[in-house]
């Protein structure tokens, strides 16, 4: 074996490695997410704003923390560089955190989450008004097949007495995406600090929404865990696992919570997902997927030219 042979084979086998490390913490952080749905199944009286306050409140401490170690004397200086943009990422992730605290509280989980994972196709519309980001034609497909799986859960909805909470789902894919819009027109800056603040935003709105702050035990301890496992712990690990995998992989790989938050409520507390929801939400998975592995071959394609 020549030097240049072994060269390449170290630079496959490093290539390889981190491509396994960035599937490892997307699953991960799918794996976490996915327990907001059986986490607030087993909340006893708290309110949907007491819930919204401490999860947001523990999301802003720890990732404060996170700020502060990282930039230290600089960290307010780190703030405010966000800027306009990052007081937009700050508000859509924070709004839309409540929208996901309670569309998971007012209707089934499974049609919340089939709901929030048309978040791709969102952005995209998005993206293409506002950057004038070239949308695919694959992706239109995809778009208008999603939009019928989603009237089918909506249909559902209606005759299950629970369409405010579709619609109320609706919130987290639309703040998601303006997020994400935001994020690429800041283009290099650090907005970590930005999605900070959506702690504070939510930590606030729950605030002055709750009657009290007063719970028990029983419910601050799951309030707590959603801010810093699910809450946290899932956007960290999606933050981290996207810088060694494509962005389409890391969408497909993240649908994770999506397949199993259902799965966890059905084996936990027996909420079977409707026929049309289950039908419904196969189709929009399937549209999904569909744009996120010819996604991926497009990136393939593009590395090998």
Request: proline share 3%; net charge positive; glycine share 10%.
């Amino acid at each position: 074996m020549t030097p240049s042979s072994d060269t390449r084979g170290a630079a496959a086998g490093s290539d390889h490695r981190r491509h396994l490390t960035g599937i490892s913490l997307v699953l991960t952080a799918g794996v976490l997410l996915s327990v907001a749905g059986i986490t607030l199944r087993h909340i006893e009286s708290a309110s949907g704003w007491q819930i919204l306050f401490y999860r947001s409140l523990t999301f802003f401490v720890v990732v404060t923390l996170y700020l502060v170690v990282r930039y230290r004397a600089r960290v307010i200086r780190a703030f405010v560089t966000t800027g306009r943009p990052g007081l937009v990422v700050a508000f859509s992730l924070g709004l839309g955190s409540a929208c996901y605290v309670f569309s998971l509280l007012l209707t089934t989980v499974a049609n919340a989450l089939f709901i929030i994972s048309a978040a791709p196709f969102i952005t995209a519309v998005l993206g293409w008004i506002v950057l004038r980001e070239r949308v695919r034609p694959i992706t239109w497909i995809a778009m208008t097949i999603a939009l019928a799986g989603i009237t089918l859960m909506f249909v559902n909805g209606i005759q299950s007495g629970r369409l405010l909470g579709n619609i109320v789902a609706l919130g987290p894919p639309v703040s998601f995406a303006i997020m994400l819009v935001t994020l690429r027109f800041a283009g290099d800056r650090d907005m970590i600090p930005a999605i900070c603040l959506a702690g504070l935003v939510g930590a606030s709105l729950g605030f002055m929404m709750s009657d009290t702050l007063v719970l028990s035990r029983h419910d601050l301890a799951l309030c707590l865990f959603l801010g810093v496992a699910q809450y946290t712990g899932g956007f960290v690990l999606i933050t981290l696992g996207a810088r060694y995998l494509p962005a389409a992989e890391v969408a497909l790989l993240s649908l994770a919570e999506t397949v199993l938050a259902p799965i966890w409520v059905w084996i936990g507390v027996g909420e079977v997902p409707a026929v049309l929801t289950l039908v419904g939400g196969a189709v929009v998975l399937s549209a999904v997927v569909a744009q996120a592995v010819t996604g991926m071959r497009l990136n393939d394609d593009f590395r090998a030219k």
